[in-house]
């Protein structure tokens, strides 16, 4: 099994499939006949979409694209004003950041990769049908980029820091995990990195942050002001 069991049905359980491509419409079928209570209600490709009036009934919608054009974003639009609660997984043949933050903008819920596993998507899927906005980690990682001003020091903090590099999206993850306690093995379990990759993203939060230890990480990015990630 390669998913969590509490991905299930219901009277609401229909999941709809836009893609061009057979191979993807039936492996994602056998996925959730396979892995999942839910059920695969329709498969259209984005030209059968097109001239629909309105949606099948679903639960979930999965988009399948290659990138993150106009054409792209507009079916999201279009696919959004359907499903007002957001429920769109977007399925990105790629990694890159700023496709996937187009597509956020034009309106999925989600974004998974092809770079990642069939039990990440399963997880993709559940965390969208739970209502939460999901990220694909791989792209996450890929990218390694600042995350906007509340993750950017101000020179004030720079000179209390001793640091004037800016802590990643990915690090504020582990040092918010930190902060809740996780080991090195639950972060990476959380995040779907290796440990070794977890102890790496550590050697460059201390450095960044002047620290010595876990502890006084968290401790210098709380007194600089630095927001955590869900803080």
């Not at 429920?87 to 092809?114: C, E, F, H, M, N």
């Amino acid at each position: 099994m390669l998913c969590p069991s509490s991905i299930t049905g219901g009277a609401e359980s229909g999941v709809v499939l836009i893609s061009d491509h057979p191979l993807t419409r039936y492996a994602f079928k056998r996925l959730i006949k396979d892995h999942t209570s839910l059920r695969v209600a329709a498969q259209l490709t984005s030209s059968e979409l097109e001239p629909l009036s309105e949606p099948p009934l679903a639960r979930l919608i999965v988009l399948e694209v290659s990138a993150a054009g106009e054409r792209e974003q507009n079916l999201v639009r279009r696919l959004r004003e359907w499903l007002p609660g957001g429920r769109i997984l977007v399925l990105l043949r790629s990694i890159d950041a700023q496709s996937v933050k187009a597509l956020v903008a034009a309106g999925a819920a989600s974004v998974w990769t092809t770079s990642s596993t069939l039990s990440v998507l399963l997880q993709a899927i559940h965390q969208t049908i739970e209502g939460r906005r999901w990220i694909d980690p791989a792209c996450l990682e890929a990218s390694e980029s600042p995350r906007s001003s509340k993750s950017t020091l101000s020179a004030a903090q720079v000179a209390r820091t001793g640091s004037a590099s800016l802590l990643s999206y990915r690090e504020l993850q582990i040092l918010t995990l930190i902060r809740q306690g996780y080991s090195n093995q639950q972060i990476a379990a959380s995040l779907f990195l290796s440990v070794h990759t977890v102890k790496h993203h550590m050697t460059r939060i201390m450095f960044k942050l002047s620290a010595t230890n876990r502890t006084q990480a968290v401790l210098k990015a709380i007194q600089s002001g630095i927001e955590l990630v869900g803080s």
